[in-house]
């Protein structure tokens, strides 16, 4: 068609998606596509690689079909194509190539063009059950002195949900106003949000993100640890010090675990001696990253690392001061304080199996030396 | 136990060889013959299996055209997957072997009847992909039903095919009236067929600019705002895009639609919420800012926006981009969101750049403090970029704010104290600006700046540092010994150094004449004789002349005082912004330019263009963002220390003698600062030689069409000679003057005859008259008078007739004039009453002038105050005329125009349509501002004028027509 111009590159992994434009888009648009050709595959195959594509290149081929057509997207809903086109297992190409089957439907999927088309009729469970997972990263800038620059939460709302029928699901808040903005799975009546601040929806099958939600750097977002760091790099000689500490600051009572830091060291850092007093460290040559697993925090006995830092010498001093990268896991807990107060199921009479669970991660969580 | 394992193990190498990857791996010769075979086997299974291994090899780009027949004869299969296999065959083969596709034809139009809608659609839409023309007349039956299909999911396809296929035959679409039927697809019931009608119409309709396939009406608008609740979110982004393309009737539908778009803001999908982004931002402009409403969707805009930060890098980046747009058209929006600006260290430096470009726009009083804290933060990253990027910053916003101005200055030092040389120099090029910005405010700290004069390398901020020494000389003890170290590798520099070292010793040379006479002379002699460069060589005469001619004079002209820079740079010029905030979410978005600009042949563009306001006026903003109005395309305001050398001369080194009138006079001012130079100056050099300085004037090209009356008397005579000449051969031609009329016939002058005409010449209105006595006597006593009249013309003195008038003589006469006389409004407004007295009678007369003779020479506007002063008149002055029959290019308009004191002020081409934008100012001080849009090969032109009096407007555009057909 003549006047292609090469538009997007998505990764994931080490694939890149490419996609071609004739005229004027939003990049946006074929973006979120991409991502949802990937994860399409993901959800297809398991992972999204290249001997993946090329073990099922038949179906790639057919998914990309009823994905896209002429530039339009069609079936993007992984319930949807999931029933025009099945995905492999080993029995099924076992048993397709013994008898002859196929892997694709022959009936038009019933979600395609329904008012729901997230979720297929006459789905069947003998265990009725609904599971949310409430998780919170906290994206923050913590300045040398500790004052925190900046900080926000997003958060999302992950479900797991496997009931059958047509359940209509009403999830409340205890204190929904925290929430800035929010974005929902299609299925999410927003009328209702703006009313009553309930999430009322018909569930799609299996997985899928409820919603995802932004606390903003207006409301105070709680820090959990502080860190005590003091990074220098002397003048005279070759060698620099460190010393970093770390202890608890608002957890809730929780328990913080899954601690680690990463510190980028300027390229003149040639080697580090330093003395854990819990976890390890290991300094990585080439890309200069001090990694420190940590694991659980004690706050009897805080965990601290110290020693020296051993320079390139000859080479002026480093100009920049690295920072320090932090994750950590806090499970039972929604730092934003957000909490779940309650699930109510309608038109159907089964009683399904509830549950809900709360993790605050650190996501882009920077403190700066 | 055992037995299971094995049973598990020959499971896995069954599973393995069932994957598709084998396919791949058939190389050997005489494959194709292997596939051939199998292909054309009885078993199905096996059929299949060979289809998969074509589709494979075409996959990898292996041709498999010769197995054509053979694939196609698979087929008429009731096997779904196999037919869907074929289907993809075809569709990339088809085009090369076009007379065996049509062996597929009659399938197609079978499948198209088939029971089962998934393989109706599937016929009809893998018919469009089939791009050769005897199938596409098959296939425009078959799509014609299954546009009616009883099957929503078979109509959605077809809406699509619709699209397709006029993509290959736009004429047949036409004639076979699927148009229509797809315009009636958008009452569809089913939202999904609703939205992928509205998709298929509006890619149709980006090839057809002008066909008016989307007529949208309130009705389909409704229809439109109904589905896009029921659709997916690939449809809602069709019907928002859509929606954007709407222009509302009134304020009241604006704010209902905006109200039902709103929900889209909370939608997961980054593209949807852009696009609605797109169609509140268009669609707030008709609402009354006093609208409660108004403020309730300032508030809700920001949220989704903040959030959109949030996702991967590369979404990041799209929404910093629309953001960028956002904030410059309305920065009320993320006012308190500062902080989700703050750069992260592991952001992608793309990301990084642009979220410090967003931080700057954001700065005010309120939050500067943290601004400057974070970004002296950046100022000690690693990424030398960034870093760069960070220190300019903090000049931006000490000249942004200016409570903050102090501060900024003092982290400045603080930054050049680290002694990073790359965090020295952008620094000094800051302070640099800082300094224009603020005179004589933090002179105290050149004495740091100075002490890092040898680590310098980068010509920039090496020519910052030495019009820094040359600026304050007379603070600086050894400005001298500074300037003469520079001086010594004076070739090796680059010429931005070259130009400011020249200028810095010759202030030096002014401000303490004494001691530096011989740094000046050498560096003159430097300039003028061993350089090639002539810019270099031309400032280099120039102040040789001047110095020696009229030391006071230089003084005057190269130490006046310089105009304070501008606080805001780098915005995107109004229309151009008005433009891409309707293109929100594209592409044009993220480059900042329209779609025009870079998407290849593109068939036609409409220019899009926010809808009006209604209700209160865009005056009543607040201050902010009145001060994002004062727009331009390009950097301006800072010193320009690159590129525009010539622009850097007359800004920085001249200034307008203080006696020319109000600062708008710069520029004009400025040239005839230059003429003066080169007048006197290449006298002295020629030997005195009159006639030589008047030519050699001209000869450099500089001089304006016409010079202030106060200026030209000693050269006009010789300048309108050349001026004379010129016009033929493409010098900036004189004013438009029209040819003389008669304007008092001999039987009403009882045999005086007196025909006439007006002209500007030399910057000098006057009358320009013939008078002819066509009676029997002698005619002597002439006098003039003028009525009252619109712009208080009146005579600047006696007409000189002295000899007495014999019968059948002729007279010309000059009349100057000037517009110091009692003002009456007239109708025409540019009607003259004029009463000429002789010995026999007084006669009485009326006469038109052309507008353009009031225009004076310095109605150049500075590109700011046009910008803003076009956004402060109010759109109902506007008016627009057409000029018929033109048939010059814009430059050559341009050229005549400014030869009448219409000067052109910005020129911007938007495909191939020319946009000059252009100032006049009248005698009285009413400034009239005009866009004047020229498109090759059309001979009409548009003018529109804007003025706070709108009433000049016809007259101003009968000599826009005069002038440009003269």
């Known amino acids: 068609m003549g006047e292609h111009r090469r538009r997007s590159a998505q990764t994931t992994g080490k694939l890149f998606f490419l996609s071609v434009v004739q005229t004027e888009v939003p990049p946006l648009f074929v973006v979120e596509f991409l991502h949802r050709v990937a994860d399409t595959f993901q959800d297809y195959f398991g992972e999204c690689s290249e001997t993946v594509i090329k073990d099922n290149v038949v179906i790639v081929y057919e998914l990309l079909e009823e994905m896209l057509d002429n530039g339009f997207p069609l079936a993007t809903e992984s319930n949807v194509l999931m029933e025009m086109i099945r995905p492999p297992t080993i029995l099924r190409s076992v048993v397709n190539t013994l008898t002859g089957g196929s892997n694709v439907g022959e009936k038009l999927p019933t979600g395609q063009l329904s008012i729901i088309p997230w979720r297929r009729a006459g789905v069947k469970y003998t265990n009725n059950e609904a599971y949310f997972d409430v998780i919170e990263e906290i994206d923050a800038i913590v300045d040398k002195s500790g004052t925190t620059v900046f900080a926000e939460i997003q958060g999302v709302v992950e479900a797991c949900v496997k009931l059958s029928g047509m359940p209509d699901l009403t999830l409340s808040f205890m204190n929904p106003r925290l929430l800035d903005d929010v974005s929902f799975h299609p299925c999410v009546r927003f009328k209702r949000w703006e009313a009553d601040r309930v999430l009322s929806f018909i569930p799609p099958d299996g997985n899928f993100r409820l919603m995802s939600y932004h606390v903003s750097s207006q409301n105070l977002v709680a820090i959990p640890v502080y860190v005590k760091q003091n990074i220098s790099f002397l003048e005279t000689g070759s060698c620099g010090r460190l010393e970093i500490t770390i202890g608890p600051k608002q957890t809730m009572g929780k328990t913080v675990e899954a601690l680690m830091v990463t510190i980028h060291m300027p390229k003149s850092v040639l080697s580090v001696n330093l003395t854990a007093t819990q976890g390890s460290y290991t300094y990585d040559l080439t890309t200069k990253a001090l990694i420190w697993t940590i694991g659980k925090l004690n706050p009897q006995k805080l965990p601290n690392l110290r020693g020296s830092l051993s320079m390139q010498s000859g080479v002026p001093k480093p100009e920049e001061n690295p920072s320090i990268n932090l994750d950590l896991k806090i499970q039972q807990l929604a730092i934003s304080g957000l909490k779940v107060s309650r699930l109510d199921m309608y038109g159907e009479k089964y009683k399904p199996f509830k549950g809900v669970k709360y993790l605050t991660k650190a996501g882009k969580f920077q403190v700066r030396t | ?966």
């Open chain 2, 1 to 966: 136990m055992q037995e299971w394992a094995n049973q598990l193990c020959e499971n896995r190498q069954f599973g393995s060889k069932m994957t598709d990857s084998k396919y791949f791996t058939t190389t050997k010769k005489g494959e194709i013959f292997e596939l051939k075979a199998e292909l054309n086997s009885d078993k199905k299974e096996k059929k299949k299996e060979a289809v998969k291994k074509v589709i494979a090899s075409m996959t990898v780009g292996k041709d498999v055209s010769a197995l054509f027949p053979d694939v196609v004869n698979c087929m008429q299969t009731d096997n779904l997957e196999l037919k869907k296999l074929v289907y993809l065959y075809l569709m990339n083969y088809a085009k090369s072997q076009p007379d065996m596709a049509i062996m597929a034809v009659n399938t197609f139009v079978k499948d198209c009847e088939d029971p089962n809608p998934l393989i109706r659609a599937l016929a009809v839409r893998t018919m469009g992909c089939i791009r050769v023309d005897k199938i596409t007349e098959y296939l425009c039956e078959p799509l014609r039903k299954c546009l009616k299909d009883e099957d929503p999911y078979v109509r959605k396809t077809a809406a699509v095919c619709v699209a397709k296929l006029h993509d290959i035959n736009a004429q047949l679409v036409e004639d076979q009236g699927f148009l229509d039927t797809l315009k009636d697809l958008i009452s569809d019931s089913n939202p999904m067929v609703v939205a992928n009608a509205v998709a298929a119409l509006s890619e149709i309709a980006e090839s057809h600019p002008n066909s008016n396939l989307m007529d949208l009406n309130p009705q389909t608008i409704n229809k439109l705002l109904t589905a896009l609740n029921e659709c997916t979110e690939w449809g809602q982004i069709f019907i928002l895009d859509c929606l954007a393309n709407y222009t509302p009737r009134d304020d009241r539908e604006s704010q209902s639609i905006c109200e039902r778009v709103t929900p889209r803001l909370s939608h997961a999908n980054s593209a949807v919420v852009l696009s609605a982004v797109k169609v509140l931002m268009k669609f707030m402009e008709m609402l009354p800012k006093d609208l409660d409403y108004y403020g309730t969707l300032l508030k809700k805009l920001a949220p989704p926006l903040v959030t959109l930060l949030s996702a991967e890098p590369e979404l990041q980046y799209v929404a910093l981009r629309n953001i960028n747009l956002i904030v410059q058209r309305r920065p009320e929006i993320l006012k308190h969101e500062m902080k989700v600006f703050f750069v992260k260290y592991n952001d992608p430096i793309y990301v990084k750049l642009e979220k410090l470009d967003i931080m700057i726009r954001l700065a005010s009083q309120a939050n500067i403090a943290q601004v400057l804290a974070e970004l002296k933060e950046y100022a000690t990253e690693v990424d030398v970029d960034f870093v760069r990027k960070a220190v300019r910053a903090i000049g931006r916003c000490a000249i942004k704010v200016e409570q903050s101005a102090e501060r900024c200055v003092s982290t400045l030092l603080d930054l050049i104290q680290t002694k990073v040389n790359y965090v020295v120099q952008e620094a000094i090029v800051v302070i640099k600006d800082i300094f224009r910005k603020y005179p004589n405010k933090y002179e105290s700290v050149i004495a740091t700046l100075c002490e890092n004069l040898d680590s310098l390398d980068e010509p920039e901020a090496r020519a910052a540092m030495i019009w820094i020494v040359g600026e304050y000389a007379e603070r600086i003890d050894n400005a001298d010994e500074l300037l003469e170290s520079f001086l010594e590798g004076f070739h090796d520099e680059s010429t931005q150094v070259q130009l400011q070292l020249l200028t810095a010793i010759v202030k030096l040379f002014l401000k303490k004449p004494t001691e530096t006479q011989e740094l000046v002379q050498q560096v003159l002699s430097l300039a003028t004789q061993d350089s090639d460069n002539p810019d270099l060589r031309d400032r280099g005469y120039i102040y040789w002349r001047l110095l020696s001619t009229d030391p006071v004079a230089a003084k005057e002209v190269v130490l006046a005082e310089k105009p304070l820079i501008s606080e805001e740079t780098d915005l995107i010029e109004p229309t151009l912004l008005e433009e891409l905030i309707c293109h929100i979410g594209t592409l044009a978005s993220v480059y900042h330019k329209p779609p025009s600009a870079f998407v290849e042949g593109s068939r036609g563009v409409q220019h899009k263009r926010l809808p009006g306001s209604a209700g209160s006026g865009e005056s009543v903003e607040s201050p902010d963002t009145s001060s994002a109005a004062g727009i331009s395309d390009a950097p301006p305001a800072v010193i320009p220390s690159q590129g525009d050398l010539l622009g850097d001369l007359l800004n920085l080194d001249v200034t307008p003698p203080a006696t020319t009138g109000p600062p708008p006079a710069a520029n004009s001012g400025v040239q005839m600062g230059a003429m003066d130079l080169l007048g006197g100056g290449l006298d002295s050099l020629l030997g005195g030689d009159l006639g030589g300085s008047s030519a050699m004037g001209a000869g450099f090209g500089a001089a304006p069409a016409a010079m202030p009356a106060s200026f030209s008397a000693p050269v006009s005579g010789g300048l309108d000679d050349l001026f004379d000449l010129g016009g033929g051969v493409g010098m900036p031609m004189g004013a438009f003057s029209p040819p003389k009329t008669v304007w008092l016939p001999a039987m009403k002058g009882k045999g005086l005859e007196i025909s006439g005409t007006f002209a500007r010449r030399a910057g000098v209105f006057q009358m320009e008259l013939t008078l002819m006595n066509k009676a029997m006597s002698v005619m002597t006593d002439f006098a003039i008078q003028f009525n009252r009249n619109s712009f208080g013309i009146a005579p600047a003195g006696p007409l000189q007739v002295l000899t007495p008038l014999s019968p059948n003589q002729t007279i010309e006469v000059t009349l100057p004039l000037n517009t110091v006389g009692p003002v009456m409004k007239m109708d025409p407004l540019n009607n003259l009453q004029v009463a000429v007295k002789n010995n026999i009678d007084v006669f009485y007369f009326s006469c038109q002038y052309p507008i353009s003779m009031l225009f004076v020479e310095d109605g150049k506007m500075e590109r700011q105050v046009f910008l803003a002063t076009w956004k402060d008149i109010p759109n109902d002055n506007e008016s627009q005329f057409q000029i018929k029959d033109c048939h010059l290019s814009s430059d050559a308009a341009s050229n005549k125009l400014q030869g009448s004191n219409i000067f052109t002020i910005a020129k911007r081409t938007v495909d191939g349509q020319d946009m000059l934008y252009q100032s006049m100012k009248l005698t009285n001080g009413i400034w009239v501002l005009a866009e004047l849009r020229l498109q090759a090969g059309n001979p009409n032109y548009t003018v529109s004028l804007k003025c706070r009096a709108p009433e000049v407007s016809q007259c101003v555009f009968q000599s826009y027509e005069a002038v440009l057909k003269n």
